[in-house]
């Protein structure tokens, strides 16, 4: 499988395919008519190196004693908090999740907005973290904090789609090692794949999450 190298050349591509790109906007939460209900949530996918020099982008687990959600793979990030932008909010939730201080120069575009079940709208903004950035997970929020090679987006069961009798819309879950990650993470991770990498328009805000995500 080829690995990425962290380096300008990616860094170049990924500018590149996401100039050309418009993000697709959600003005409510799913399968909501009013706006009324919207809660707005960022999230921040950082491009960063390993030690050994690999473009990779960081995962987080969730703390086990957080309300909701608890265990689960996923990006930093989290609610908007009044009187904030989402460029915002990811910044913030960036450092206080897992240490890492980002600035508005080191973002490289936005993906899509998506909305989940548990009643959220939620921009991913995408960010050059640069190389050997030193990470420190808050423990209050975070378990762990995962350095996955951008390589992974690439592999051939990626990404896995199935049904459930609950929605006529396909479940998306994108492979990582031997495990797997599912939407809302999955789908900015597939699109993420498609348009920073590839520069293929890919929109993703259609795909299910699973149902024990819903709550």
């Known amino acids: 499988m080829f690995e990425y190298a962290f380096g300008q050349s990616l860094h170049e591509r990924v500018v ?3 100039a050309g790109f418009l993000p697709q906007t959600i003005t409510a939460p799913r399968e909501s008519a009013s706006a009324e209900n919207l809660r707005r949530a960022a999230v921040a996918v950082i491009f960063l190196s390993d030690e050994a020099g690999r473009a990779c ?12 959600h608890s265990g689960q793979l996923a990006l930093p990030g989290g609610r908007v908090d009044e009187g904030e932008t989402p460029t915002e909010t990811a910044i913030r939730e960036t450092e206080e999740e897992i240490g890492l201080m980002l600035h508005e120069d080191q973002i490289l575009g936005c993906l899509d907005h998506y909305a989940t079940r548990s009643g959220f709208v939620m921009m991913p903004v995408v960010f050059w ?11 209050a929020e975070v ?12 592999r051939e069961d990626a990404p896995r789609l199935f049904h459930i009798p609950e929605s006529d819309a396909p479940v998306i879950q994108m492979p990582i090692f031997e495990g797997v ?7 900015v991770l597939y699109q993420l794949r498609e348009v920073a990498l590839h520069g293929r328009h890919t929109r993703v805000a259609h795909f299910e ?7």
Do not use: H
Not at 181 to 186: E, G, W, Y
Not at 209 to 215: H, R, S
């Open 181 to 187: 990650v599912n939407a809302p993470t999955a789908a």
């Open 129 to 139: 973290g640069g190389e050997n950035a030193e990470l420190a997970a808050n423990p």
């Open 16 to 18: 590149g395919n996401m």
């Open 57 to 68: 982008y960081v995962l987080t687990r969730r703390a086990a004693n957080l309300r909701r």
């Open 143 to 154: 378990q762990e904090i995962m350095k996955i090679p951008v390589s992974e987006l690439d």
């Open 209 to 215: 999450q699973p149902v024990w995500a819903w709550k």
